[in-house]
């Protein structure tokens, strides 16, 4: 099992930025990847961002590509979301989310959520 603790959200005017973290506990491997999801009520599920642990390899949904960045420290098992030139369409509850497959865009490929943060940007 795996569990997974986000951090960081809240609430920022557009333009501004915020950081979030998910600290990861458990039976954590190598082969992981951990992603970043967005939810808004009456929508479904999604992608944003994910990093694979062994390597390193990022992938971004086109929406935030030059404004968010994913990152890393294997050392404390936390995946991090760097999130710059916030908008009011970012509004979301943000999941982070663990899986060991290969498919990493879609929330079915994902075993291990955490419980979501909430990320509201103001105009």
């Known amino acids: 099992q795996v569990q997974l603790v986000e951090s960081g959200g809240g609430l920022v005017q557009a333009g501004g930025s915020l950081r979030l973290s998910c600290a990861a506990s458990?039976?954590?491997?190598?082969?992981?990847?951990m992603g970043w999801f967005r939810q808004v009520p009456g929508k479904e599920r999604e992608f944003v961002a994910a990093i694979r642990w062994s390597g390193g390899a990022t992938y971004y949904t086109e929406s935030v590509k030059g404004r968010f960045t994913i990152s890393r420290d294997n050392a404390k098992n936390t995946v991090y979301l760097q999130m710059n030139s916030l908008k009011p369409e970012d509004t979301a509850v943000y999941y982070c989310?663990?899986?060991?497959?290969?498919?990493?865009?879609?929330?079915?490929?994902?075993?291990?959520w955490g419980q979501g943060t909430q990320v509201t940007v103001s105009s």
């Open positions: 458990g039976r954590t491997y190598s082969n992981y990847a």
């Open positions: 989310a663990g899986t060991t497959r290969s498919w990493l865009r879609a929330p079915d490929e994902y075993d291990y």
